[in-house]
């Protein structure tokens, strides 16, 4: 798989989209109430998700590089793996989500859009051709049952 921008890296530029969508398009700010609070509460689901997904590939011991998905030693199925195939991409989206929310500027949207799209085209498909050719039937049949992102 020839990746163009490491996922991390691509989290982080939407990142700054997100904020430099507030700063530059401060006119299109809003806010409501408790905010903060539902701010929080994706970027708290976000950082769980995430690392759910980080500690079950570790606990069968299979890589999370994401440079490298054609060393996977094991298809993770179990876990939050049975409602998302990308938690540790959903986990990010989430906490994009959450920044959105807190700095209430809808411009930060189109840092989501950019995350998700990006990381749909240059990442998850190139991953799951590489599973596909290691996993074979049983990755096509997990896929069936496992949507993408949500």
Same mark, same amino acid.
Do not use: P
């Given at each position: 798989m020839k990746l163009k921008i490491p996922p991390v890296i691509v989290?982080? *530029? /939407?990142?700054?989209? @997100?904020? %430099? !969508?507030? &700063?530059f398009f401060a006119v299109w700010s809003y806010q409501f109430p408790n905010q903060t609070f539902i701010s929080r509460i994706? *970027? /708290?689901s976000g950082v769980l998700v995430a690392f759910s997904g980080i500690i079950k590939f570790r606990m069968k011991g299979t890589t999370v590089d994401p440079l490298h998905p054609d060393k996977a030693t094991a298809l @993770?199925?179990? !876990?939050? &793996?049975?409602?998302t195939r990308n938690p540790m991409y959903l986990g990010m989206a989430l906490v994009? *989500? %959450?920044g959105i929310i807190r700095v209430g500027n809808v411009v930060g949207i189109s840092g989501l859009l950019f995350f998700v799209w990006y990381l749909t085209q240059f990442q998850v498909k190139p991953e799951e051709? /590489?599973?596909?050719?290691i996993f074979?039937?049983? &990755?096509?049949? &997990?896929? /069936?049952? @496992? =949507? =993408?992102?949500?």
């Open positions: 989290f982080f *530029l /939407a990142l700054a989209m @997100v904020f %430099g !969508g507030h &700063y994706f *970027l /708290a @993770v199925s179990t !876990g939050i &793996y049975r409602y994009l *989500l %959450g051709e /590489a599973l596909l050719e074979k039937e049983e &990755y096509q049949s &997990y896929c /069936a049952k @496992v =949507r =993408r992102w949500i």
